[in-house]
């Protein structure tokens, strides 16, 4: 400013007063016409445009073409993994849904089987994405679910209106694993059960409690039976009146009325007198006991009579 005042005063003395007059008009004109064409150009160059958004919109989360899937591995007794997927929707503000468009995507990451590489075909008619789509983990193209692989894919897209294409390109999206590691064993469950698993319930001698430890899979991975006496037990009932006398065995062996007797052993032998009770020797052919079944003697009346016979005595 110093060496500007410095030269003005010599042109003072040097050019005329008109001219001096006219010098400085000049100058400042183009003072002022710098200043506006300045301003001019600043407001016509070009502002930063916003990015198009395109791509994955998922579940629960605000960052487009990010997420996580979490799957559950579990170790124990009853190893194995839960998948997991997350819910989707593409978008594009370019293309935004309109009525009769649909969107065709398909996964062209290196490493995914690629006859037919894993694609997806969605309804893009209303709001500002398309119909949704469950995101899983895989290698190959699986019809429940639209696969990917973790870490970051490439897709590629096109957008259709009457089986048209209007829009076509290709976006990139990373999918991360959230990897959860549990313990995990078998769980037990208690039943009743027959001793000898052919006899009914209803008519079972021998009782016992069985627990059976599973997997999820259903798969058993050890039974215990309580108590554990390997011996099998058949009960013998007397439901009628007066003594009952028979054969077990090659042994005699008397029962009274409303009593009954255990016998243990797989093989059973039994013979007595349908028509006669105490004091009548067997007279039926030797009939073998079914192991852990409940019998009863039981008279029925017949024509002139009453028969007797070993039948089944439910609980």
């Known amino acids: 400013m110093v ?40 407001q016509l160059s070009p502002q930063p445009q916003s990015s198009t958004d395109l791509g994955w919109e998922f579940a629960g989360i605000r960052q487009l073409n990010k997420a996580s899937i979490q799957e559950i591995e579990y170790d124990g007794e009853c190893p194995g993994k839960d998948s997991g997927s997350i819910k989707a929707w593409f978008t594009s503000s370019k293309t935004p849904p309109a009525p009769k468009r649909r969107v065709f995507i398909k996964n062209v990451t290196r490493g995914l089987e690629s006859d037919p590489y894993p694609y997806t075909d969605r309804e893009y008619q209303k709001g500002k ?24 894919n490439e897709f590629q897209y096109e957008i259709k209106e009457n089986k048209k294409v209007i829009d076509s390109g290709s976006f990139t999206a990373v999918i991360d694993k959230d990897l ?16 000898n698993s052919a006899v009914a319930l209803n008519v079972c001698a021998d009782i016992r409690t069985k627990t059976e430890y599973t997997c999820p899979n259903n798969k058993v991975l050890r039974s215990i039976v309580e108590p554990n006496n390997p011996e099998i037990s058949t009960i013998i009932s007397n439901q009628m009146f007066g003594d009952m006398v028979y054969l077990l065995n090659q042994n005699i062996h008397t029962i009274r009325p409303g009593e009954e007797e255990k016998y243990t052993g797989e093989y059973l032998n039994i013979q007595f007198n349908s028509t006669c009770k105490s004091g009548c020797s067997p007279t039926t052919p030797p009939q073998s006991l079914q192991p852990g079944k409940r019998y009863q003697f039981k008279s029925s009346p017949i024509a002139g009579g009453e028969i007797i016979q070993l039948v089944d005595f439910p609980r």
């Not at 895989?138 to 639209?146: A, D, I, L, P």
């Open 129 to 152: 994405s398309s119909e949704s789509t469950q995101i899983a983990f895989g290698t190959s193209h699986r019809g429940s679910n639209f696969i990917v692989m973790e870490g970051e």
């Open 3 to 42: 060496k500007l005042n410095h030269f003005w005063n010599k042109l003072r003395y040097i050019i005329p007063a008109t001219s001096r007059f006219l010098l400085l008009l000049a100058f400042s004109c183009t003072l002022v016409v710098t200043f506006f064409l300045a301003s001019s150009t600043a």
């Open 180 to 195: 959860d590691v549990r313990r995990r064993d078998a769980s037990g469950t208690k039943n009743s059960v027959c001793f």
